[in-house]
């Protein structure tokens, strides 16, 4: 199979093992991976293979400001991968695609690139569709992201821990990625709804728990068969997560810019 650009782009960050690169390219074995990176110049050796000491991995989580990013993601579109070796974020906004990658590399001392996925034709149950283009941005540390797996998926789907504290940091990076302004101006509806899809109704209750607790009033509501947070206290929720982090989320934020 034909090795593409964007792949060849993957295999120039030296900070990946050959194991790392294959958690990122599953489709290519270790071995494929280990060829291709010595026909192009990019062997991999003990300095740049982005191996951390216990300590220097516990250290870069110890970091509030790194580990409210990757928790709030969580609670979002973000995922760690099955062997607990990466942290990925898919997103269709460019900007926000870098800004949450330039973050990353910059807590973790890494330098990951956000990969692009152009749209393509896809099946699904009721025909033919074409997917979005988008971006995915990825952390690699087997050290972080090996106890973080065992924590967030100890049964092999993603739960809300039970020792979770919410931060404005967690609570911007999730409604970033998994909330909605919902504007009906005809009805003076103006509502924000922070998407729990993946989670079960007893976690649902336990993020509305923590919500209380920073003093944001909540009430759960069903949506074709789905637990959905909403914020009773709109500007108190956006005024307490901060600022929108990049352009494209300005409308998200459109009930304070306009105040």
Same mark, same amino acid.
């Given at each position: 199979?034909?090795?593409?650009?964007?792949?060849?782009?993957v295999?120039?960050?030296?900070?990946?093992?050959h194991?790392?690169?294959?958690?990122?390219?599953?489709?290519?074995?270790v071995? &494929?991976?280990?060829? !291709? *990176?010595?026909q192009?110049?990019?062997?991999?050796?003990?300095? /740049? /293979?982005?191996?951390?000491?216990?300590?220097?991995?516990? *250290?870069?989580?110890?970091? =509030?400001e @790194?580990?409210e990013m990757i928790?709030?993601?969580?609670?979002?579109?973000?995922? #760690?991968?099955? %062997?607990?070796? &990466? @942290?990925?974020?898919?997103?269709?906004? !460019?900007d926000?695609?870098? @800004?949450?990658?330039? %973050?990353l590399?910059?807590?973790?001392?890494?330098n990951n690139?956000?990969s692009?996925?152009p =749209?393509?034709k896809?099946?699904w149950?009721?025909?033919e +569709?074409? /997917?979005?283009?988008?971006?995915?941005?990825?952390?690699?540390c087997?050290?972080?992201f090996?106890?973080?797996?065992?924590r967030?998926? =100890?049964?092999?789907?993603?739960i809300? =821990?039970?020792?979770?504290?919410?931060?404005?940091?967690m609570?911007?990076?999730?409604y970033?990625?998994d909330?909605?302004?919902?504007?009906?101006?005809?009805y003076?509806?103006?509502?924000?709804e922070?998407?729990?899809?993946s989670f079960?109704?007893?976690e649902? !209750?336990?993020?509305?728990q923590?919500l209380t607790?920073?003093? $944001?009033t909540?009430? $759960?509501?069903?949506?074709?068969?789905?637990?959905?947070? #909403?914020t009773?206290?709109?500007?108190k929720f956006?005024r307490? &997560?901060?600022? &929108?982090?990049?352009?494209?989320f300005? +409308?998200?934020?459109?009930?304070?810019n306009?105040?």
């Open positions: 199979m034909k090795w593409l650009e964007d792949e060849i782009c295999l120039k960050n030296r900070d990946l093992t194991q790392e690169l294959h958690d990122l390219l599953p489709h290519r074995s071995e &494929a991976i280990r060829r !291709k *990176s010595y192009h110049g990019l062997q991999r050796t003990m300095k /740049s /293979s982005g191996h951390l000491t216990d300590d220097e991995a516990q *250290s870069i989580w110890d970091n =509030p @790194f580990r928790e709030g993601h969580l609670l979002g579109d973000g995922c #760690i991968d099955h %062997k607990g070796h &990466a @942290f990925r974020l898919g997103t269709s906004n !460019k926000y695609a870098n @800004f949450v990658q330039d %973050k590399n910059t807590l973790s001392g890494k690139t956000a692009y996925h =749209p393509v896809k099946m149950k009721t025909g +569709y074409i /997917s979005r283009e988008c971006w995915t941005v990825v952390c690699c087997k050290g972080i090996g106890q973080q797996r065992e967030w998926y =100890p049964k092999g789907y993603k809300v =821990p039970r020792d979770l504290v919410l931060t404005p940091t609570c911007n990076r999730w970033c990625d909330g909605c302004l919902v504007v009906m101006e005809k003076g509806v103006y509502r924000i922070l998407c729990t899809d079960t109704l007893s649902v !209750k336990y993020l509305q923590l607790t920073v003093g $944001i909540t009430r $759960i509501h069903l949506s074709k068969g789905k637990h959905r947070i #909403i009773c206290g709109k500007e956006l307490y &997560a901060g600022a &929108a982090p990049v352009d494209s300005d +409308y998200k934020w459109r009930l304070v306009e105040t």
